[in-house]
């Protein structure tokens, strides 16, 4: 209930000078984790650009499974962990940013954060476990990298904490492909 009330005084304090700003800073950190640590952390490496850009694509299709396209790439697991992570953590910021924008401007939406503030509050593993469930979620096909960030925002969970559980889910997600693509799956089992 807190960011439905936050939300609310929000749309009815906030100037369009302050939305813009919050727009501006969360479309800076978008492209600081989207493009420009991906091309730095590629130029350490030794990588192209063009390799980078082909993972990123990759990365915005098949989620975590583009760390096969990383590792077909040639590029150490360490490296291809890194820059799934980096451009997953834009995209979660970008996603969670959109939400709050439509949050703030529309009642429909805020209604609908009421209601669903109301019914969570009574689900049990809800309050229990928090932020936490965001790391198996996003391993759910379907869901993953575009939906978990609507899930964490919609229950309300803290903005920072949700985001490292979401990371450390993804992080978890690209080491079990990782993996498999390499074969110690089959080494293990």
Known sequence: MIQVATTEACGRESSSETCLIRIVRTVALVLLFFLTVPLILGSAFGVSPAAIFALIGSILLLQAAAAVVGLSLGLHPVVVLLLLTSVAAAVLIGILGICDLFAERSRMIQRLLSKIDAKSGSIDYLKRYGAL?????????????????????????????????????????????????????????
């Open 133 to 189: 469930m965001l790391i198996p979620v996003i391993w759910i096909p379907g869901i993953a990298l575009y939906g978990t960030p609507v899930v964490a925002w919609a229950l309300q969970y803290p903005r920072g904490i949700s985001l490292l559980c979401m990371l450390a889910g993804w992080v978890i997600a690209i080491i079990v492909v990782m993996a498999a693509a390499m074969g110690l799956v089959r080494l293990a089992f």
